[in-house]
Structures are given as C-alpha cells and as structure tokens.
C-alpha cells in the first residue's frame, strides 16, 4: 500500500515540473532580442532596447537567445519603413562601371571630334593637301577632292560633336 503511492506522488510532482522546464526551454529559444542601432548627434554609433525618441533614422536588429543575429541574411541593409534599403555592393559596382564607361566613352568622343575640327582647320587652311596611298606615297589631292573631304568632315562634326 504505501509502494504505489510513493510512485503517485512522485509523478503528481515531476509531471508538471517536467511540463515547466520543456515549456521554459522551447520559448526561451524561440524567444528573440530587438536591438536599436542608431546614430547619434556627433556620429556615434547607439545600441539599445528601446527605439531612440528623437531620431527616425534607426535600424532594429533582432538576436536569437543564442546571441546569433536572427535571419541575419534577411535583415541585412533594412531599416525602418521611413528609409530605404542600403544598395547592393555587386549593383553599386556595376553602377559604378557603367559611370566609368560612360565617362571614358565620353571623352574618346571629345578627342574624336577635336581631330575632325583640326581636320577641317587644316582643309580650310589651303595650300597643297596630301594623303598617302597603301604603298606610302604621297598622293595630293585637287581643289574638288578638299572640297568634298571638307564637306564630310563638316557632316561629321555636325553629327558627333553637338554640345561638345
């Protein structure tokens, strides 16, 4: 008589102690940390648990129990609703080389169109204008000849060099 009841009040007494401690143990893993990061007046960097009152600009990072950054890859670069997200490296560097190619496309125009101007100075100087043929030789060219390299010219710069 007095064996089962020693096993009764055993279990009456684990069971919910086990139930607390499984209960205790799922919610504080599941639990996550909120962190402020802000910056401060004079460029410092702020952490703390509450949202800073007199700034809008703040990122709220979240930590797992753990103290592991929860969803670090999803909550990378993301601020509140009032900013926007950071850029991404690879499409800031792709930006910055389509500004690279823009600018050195840029300026081989800008030397193009300078040798077209210096071309049609030269055809405008007069005196005795050559070109070479594929052997290298000197072949000078006619009053009519300039005429129509100075009117091609004059097209070139009218099609390639506006506002440069």
């Known amino acids: ?6 096993i009764n009040i055993i279990t009456r007494l684990s069971l919910p102690l086990l139930t607390a401690t499984l209960l205790l143990g799922t919610t504080s893993a599941s639990q996550a940390v909120q962190v402020y990061k802000s910056v401060g007046t004079y460029g410092e960097v702020k952490y703390s648990q509450y949202p ?5 600009n703040y990122e709220v990072i979240e930590f ?10 999803q909550m ?7 900013q926007a997200a950071a850029p991404d ?3 800031q560097r792709i930006a910055e080389l389509e500004a690279r190619i823009k600018e050195q496309d840029a300026n081989a125009n800008a030397q193009r169109c300078q040798s077209l101007r210096n071309n049609l100075t030269n055809l405008n100087v007069g005196g005795r204008i050559y070109e070479m ?3 290298g ?12 390299k100075r ?3 004059q097209q070139a710069i009218n099609q390639y060099c506006t506002g440069a």
């Open 151 to 153: 009117e091609r010219v």
């Open 64 to 73: 797992r129990s753990d103290g592991r950054q929860n969803d670090a890859g």
């Open 52 to 56: 800073p009152q007199k700034s809008k």
């Open 1 to 6: 008589m007095g064996y089962p009841t020693v």
């Open 76 to 82: 990378a670069g993301k601020t509140n609703s009032n």
């Open 137 to 148: 030789n000197r072949r000078y060219l006619d009053g009519r000849e300039i005429e129509l």
């Open 89 to 91: 490296p690879e499409a």
């Open 133 to 135: 043929d594929d052997n």
